[in-house]
């Protein structure tokens, strides 16, 4: 079975301090992965994907990943935060269910920005 | 309207009503899906219909009632919750085509509070 594990509950970093935050995956085959984000009192927003080529992915805001199979990662970064990224953030990793096509989510890790 | 809506935003219900949660999307796809996102837990995937048709019931109790009528539309309708119940309840969309590499869109959810 899959699973998707982000193990840092909370992050708080200082506003242009630069971001990482992590994700570990298991999955037999290919991943399809993904970083949503979601700012208080709304859904989630797709802020990238990786299923194939490059490793490094650009996404929206600025953020980037890097899908790496030997550590079975795909970490989220962000060279320069803003307070505007203060917000819950999940990992996920899609997945093929009978016929439908429905993505793991990781418990979700949450952004505190300092001023 | 465009993406994914949810209505109403905000409901605060008895134990004993009946009421129900609307989700239209405008983008063309196949998938729709609830989920139920409580404080301090994980995103939890309630339905999934593919092209009308329920595929997946991750072991919900039997007050949720979903409901389907065409591939823009989803409801749920709610009986006799309990005050456990009380979370946003999150709608998602998604193409089917392209499987498991395509990523959901969100609404923003209605935050339900069960007295």
């Known amino acids: 079975a899959q699973s998707v594990t982000q193990p840092d509950i909370h992050i708080t970093v200082s506003e242009g301090a630069s971001l990482e935050l992590r994700c570990n995956y298991s999955?037999?085959?290919?991943?399809?992965l993904f970083w949503y984000v979601q700012s208080p009192g709304q859904g989630l927003q797709l802020l990238l994907k990786?299923?194939?080529?490059?490793?490094l992915v650009q996404g929206i805001k600025g953020f980037e990943a890097e899908f790496k199979r030997s550590q079975s990662s795909f970490n989220l970064r962000k060279p320069s935060v803003h307070w505007s990224d203060a917000a819950e953030y999940f990992c996920a990793v899609g997945k093929a269910s009978g016929g439908s096509y429905i993505p793991t989510f990781g418990r979700g890790t949450s952004l505190i920005v300092h001023p | 309207e465009t993406g994914v809506t949810q209505t109403p935003r905000h409901l605060v219900m008895g134990m004993t009503n009946k009421k129900s949660l609307k989700c239209e999307q405008h983008?063309?796809?196949?998938?729709m899906y609830w989920y139920k996102q409580s404080a301090k837990k994980p995103l939890e995937l309630m339905f999934v219909?593919?092209?009308?048709?329920?595929?997946e019931n991750n072991s919900v109790p039997s007050r949720f009632s979903p409901e389907c009528p065409n591939s823009s539309h989803l409801f749920l309708h709610l009986h006799t919750l309990q005050p456990e119940d009380s979370a946003l309840y999150l709608c998602a969309s998604s193409p089917l085509s392209g499987g498991a590499r395509n990523e959901q869109f969100f609404g923003p959810g209605t935050r339900l509070t069960v007295l």
């Open positions: 990786y299923f194939s080529g490059d490793t």
């Open positions: 983008l063309g796809h196949n998938a």
């Open positions: 219909y593919n092209f009308k048709e329920q595929t």
């Open positions: 999955y037999g085959a290919t991943p399809y």
